[in-house]
């Protein structure tokens, strides 16, 4: 079956810091992956996705940038964090056409 | 742009059935989704629906679409403390396909004993 993995769980970084998050996908080829935040209030957006290794496809511009330097990894990135960029970073995958996407546990980001 | 609404609340006692509504402004949209999370923790699948039905069950759970009042429902049959969480609507236009999926903001459910 298959299983994604999102760490780290939590994660406290001060402004102007770097920051990686990672996600990886098992038990599947060639999946859609996805990040996606969600700030204070609950609702979710989506701010990346990608259909294949290093291609990245952008929804909101902002601080962050993603990579995918491998078929089932997926990876967000700031060079710089702000205070804004503190939420829950949650990854997804989903197969080709016509199937719902599944969610990892979480990155709980705080920035100080 | 697409929009996705939800009451935040639901309060209901225990064992009473739940509803929960949600209204989206896609006419486009081709699947439409439950998705259930608890404090903490990410966003688990309960269910979804293909535009081309009105209704589906799975246990204790039932999902009505009405497609012309662009206009879902979530009834969970006896509820249980466990059902404690949010729910959130979502819907896309291509199933899991790389656009993404647009969410409501959840409705958060509250098990009265």
């Known amino acids: 079956s298959q299983t994604i993995h999102q760490w780290p769980a939590t994660l406290v970084q001060p402004v102007g810091s770097p920051l990686s998050l990672e996600c990886t996908v098992e038990?599947?080829?060639?999946?859609?992956l996805y990040w996606y935040r969600q700030a204070a209030g609950r609702g979710l957006q989506l701010l990346f996705y990608?259909?294949?290794?290093?291609?990245i496809s952008s929804e909101v511009p902002q601080n962050l940038s993603a990579s995918r330097p491998q078929d089932r990894q997926f990876i967000l990135s700031s060079k710089k964090l702000l205070l804004s960029d503190s939420g829950f970073y949650l990854c997804?995958?989903?197969?080709?056409?016509?199937?719902?996407?599944?969610f990892g546990d979480g990155t709980r980001l705080s920035i100080l | 742009g697409e929009d996705v609404e939800q009451s935040l609340f639901l309060s209901v006692r225990e064992g009473d059935s739940s509803v929960i509504n949600c209204t989206y402004t896609?006419?486009?949209?081709?699947?439409l989704y439950w998705y259930k999370q608890e404090p903490g923790a990410g966003l688990q699948l309960l269910t979804y629906?293909?535009?081309?039905?009105d209704m589906k069950q799975d246990q204790r759970l039932t999902v009505l679409l009405n497609k012309k009042d662009k206009h879902l429902s979530l009834r969970i049959a006896d509820t249980q403390t466990g059902d404690s969480a949010i729910y959130f609507c979502?819907?896309?236009?291509?199933?899991?396909?790389?656009?993404?999926?647009?969410f409501g903001k959840g409705t958060h459910l509250i098990i009265q004993p």
């Open positions: 629906i293909f535009s081309n039905m």
């Open positions: 997804a995958w989903s197969g080709t056409l016509g199937q719902p996407q599944h």
């Open positions: 038990g599947t080829s060639n999946p859609n």
């Open positions: 979502a819907e896309s236009e291509s199933g899991g396909g790389a656009d993404g999926l647009t």
């Open positions: 896609d006419s486009s949209s081709t699947y």
């Open positions: 990608s259909v294949g290794i290093g291609q």
